[in-house]
């Protein structure tokens, strides 16, 4: 037990001394934590107080740590009060290079290769309150049972009935159709006769169960949805009694978009797949792009993408419809401290040639059909900014004249936080940063969802504080994501929803973009990896699965665009969102099923947020009423 006062320095450590030379990299510490007395808030501006970075310390003085921020995919922050296990795989632990004196690892040396002989626990302190923390049991599990691979690395799933522009695992019907076979490595390693088991689930309830018998030939596997929203498939492969793969995909039904406007306020942040994202809805895309990869001819002086390398999009946005070009990290040869390690944190060297670089990049980029520049990408987050704020400040001004220079009519946002920083846009505002650009942007990333009606009343009135009434200043949410699994699935899609909702019930904003549509990088199910991005994608690499929040984004742009405007009134769970359009309003959604059932007339449909009928379900984040007639 664990008493934490507030104050200096921010961190207080707990720590384990021995010899803990049965520690390895496949070997799991085990531990049970929670806050007595008071839940924890995690959050991202205040670095998660009271949760502890884990760092080891081997015999040779190398040090590996899980991060305190990813933790939380350990640990249900909804029960933080309550006692909990967690469990975090030692392979899973990176090199810390936080630690000024952390020596490195030599080429070809494991960290596990010397004995562990101390366990850290840094917890960083409350600003203003004292923490009351409980760690205990603590216990090694030796070895780790090696997975199942997963289903999909051995069986091809071919859509028999794949709709353009869908992902695989979505479907606007009750149906959904797949050719499947084993691949060439299941047939290599002798699976053919392996039998597929498939349980179709919804909200938890089996919906349905097939079994295939699998070889080189395709055989058909239909799935009936009969109704909208998110669903899960449950998958074995077995051969004899042998269990040879498995796995569970999330796949969805959604609503069909053909003949729907898009919503004139919603997009998707940081995604090439710029087609499918249009067809998905919504008018609004990102592409975020490191001055890095651009190249300057020391002979001519001219610019061009490294390698000839031209990544803008040629696909050209609908009148109405934006396209946000996000800038960062300064090029070497640019930047005021090319010496240093971290160049790329800072502003530049020579303002002139800055200024000529954006020229050039601005123009470019408009003619590829960009709308907005986005001025520097989470300036507000020392690892993308390390610059002091009068540097950041001219930044803004030299960008914006370059942009109108060479790019006229194309609109330049600034600021961009990592989260809710108030602090950091005090500062931007006082300094002048307001005066030097078109609008305002923010990522809105939270873990206290509770707190945004309020974090918006601070937002809106520091911008009215100073920013003329007159000019159309805009603000722009161009990230906003709640990740997996610290967020349930269908959590993550109410709350995307929700957060929709309310930005777009603030007359000042422009557009709010989910952070992402695809993962990138392929997904290996044989470990946790603490920087992947994985928990964030709507689609999951190669199309292996559909998340809620992909339904979500189809079922608010329906809503969004078939109306006008969205207010809010309430507070708390009594919260409600009045979706609005001809002749009145289209949809209600609130917090909790109660507050809906206050205010929704009873002839009124009850939805969930991917637009699947709610049922009795009672727990969640957002419920929604639709008016009678208004989608079928």
Known sequence: RVGILPGKPPICRVRLEGTFDELDHDSTLVFDFHAIGRPLAPDIITGDAGFPNVVLRNTRGVHVRFARGNLKDFFDIQRSTERQTVALPLGAFVFDRDMTNNPPLAPGESFFDHPVDRIFFDVLRHRTEELELLFGDFRLQQGRPEPHPPVQDLVVFDRSDQARGLPKFAVERPQMGFRVALNMVALSLG???????????????????????????????????????AYSLRLALELGDRRIAEEEIPLCHVVPRDGTRPAAGLGISDGTDYDRIALAGGTWDRLPVTLGMIYRDPASGAFRFQKSLDFLPRTRRAPGENRILSVFEMPKWLSRFPERGDFARFGPGDWDEYARLVRWLAKTAQDKGFTHYEVWNEASAYGHWADDMETLIRLHQVTREAVHAAAPGMVVLGGCTHSWDMDFLGRFFEAGGGDHCDGLTIHGYTYQPDRLPAQFDALEALIDAHVAPERDFGLHVTEIGFRMPAFPAMDQADLLTLFTLEALSRTRTRGVLWFRYANPRPELGSGYRQNSSTGYAMIGYGDRYCRPAYAAYRFTDLLLGESERVEASGSGDDRLYRIIGAPGTVALAARSRAALEKAAPPPWRRMDSCGGPLGDRESGTLFLALRPGFFV
């Open 191 to 229: 699976y053919a006769g392996a039998s597929l088991r498939a349980v179709l689930e919804k909200n938890g309830t089996e919906r349905a169960r097939h079994e295939v018998t699998l070889g080189p030939e395709a055989r058909e596997l239909k799935l009936e949805l009969r109704e909208r929203g």
